[in-house]
């Protein structure tokens, strides 16, 4: 029988029984119709991909009212949903408001009307060392990946990653050295740690398009004075 997790918290702790197996949505990118005064439409694909919606049928088999507030307030908004048939994979998911159907004393259907961001994440990605030898870097997702790198420079200086022979630079000035630097890839933003955790933007300190890697084997490698270099994949799928 299907189950998921929302935000670390499983529908079988919740009392929801799932009726019907739970099926990942998959992603495709977005056709953009246009009509030039030919006698056909002509379909381009866009390079964004859109969003999937999927349903969660269930019955909440303890439909008291401590219970179903604590449904209402625990499966509401946006989060990140694991489903039990793909259990190494995760969502960032928008759950609509639940409206409950009575259908015995004490027992409840619901529907989950769910909205699936693109893509489906690893749970556990790929982390590998960083060195200053070309190293081969492993995608196994099924669409370019998006990496997180993390870093410590050890003095002030240029840092470069480079990934299939294009170059990533950060510009590090000496009040940097010793912190923990991290390049978010997908949300495109580089940032340091501050003494208490924060994370503080240092995006305009760096140059050129921020790495992906590809499908497959991808070369990386870095130069300048670091250590700590660690570069988690965060594959995907479609």
Same mark, same amino acid.
């Given at each position: ?7 670390? +918290? ?7 029984? =799932?009726?019907?197996?739970? &099926? ?8 953009? /119709? ?18 999937? /919606? ?5 019955? !909440?088999?303890?439909?008291? /009212? ?8 625990? #499966? ?26 009575? %259908?015995? #004393? ?5 529907? @989950? ?15 590998? %060392? *960083?060195?200053?030898?070309?190293? *081969? *870097? ?15 420079? $050890?003095?002030?200086?240029? !840092?470069? =990653? ?6 990533? &630079?950060?510009?590090?000035?000496? /009040?940097? %050295?010793?912190?923990?630097? +991290? &390049?978010?890839?997908?949300?495109? &933003? ?9 994370? *503080? ?18 070369? +990386? ?12 994949? $965060?594959?995907?799928? @479609?």
């Amino acid at each position: 029988m299907s189950s998921f997790t929302f935000n670390g +918290i499983s529908s079988d702790d919740l009392g929801i029984m =799932i009726t019907k197996p739970i &099926v990942r949505p998959t992603w495709s990118r977005i056709v953009n /119709e246009e009509t030039s005064g030919a006698i056909s439409k002509l379909m381009q694909q866009l390079k964004t991909y859109d969003n999937s /919606e999927f349903p969660v049928y269930g019955v !909440i088999t303890d439909a008291t /009212e401590d219970n179903m507030r604590l449904i209402y307030q625990t #499966l509401n908004g946006r989060g990140r949903m694991i489903i039990s048939t793909a259990p190494h994979e995760y969502m960032n998911v928008f759950i609509s408001p639940i409206t409950p159907q009575p %259908v015995a #004393l004490m027992m409840s259907e619901i529907v @989950l009307s769910i909205v699936a961001q693109p893509f489906a994440y690893a749970v556990n990605p790929t982390g590998q %060392v *960083i060195t200053q030898d070309f190293e *081969i *870097i492993r995608n196994g997702g099924t669409i370019f990946a998006a990496p997180e790198i993390m870093l410590k420079p $050890r003095s002030a200086g240029d !840092i470069s =990653i480079d990934v299939n022979g294009a170059s990533f &630079v950060i510009k590090v000035p000496s /009040e940097l %050295v010793g912190k923990t630097i +991290i &390049v978010d890839c997908e949300v495109q &933003v580089a940032y340091y740690l501050g003494d208490n955790n924060e994370k *503080i933007s240092i995006t305009h300190m760096t140059y050129n398009d921020f790495p992906l890697l590809k499908t497959g084997e991808n070369y +990386i490698k870095y130069s300048g004075s670091a250590s700590d270099v660690v570069c988690n994949v $965060r594959e995907r799928w @479609l």
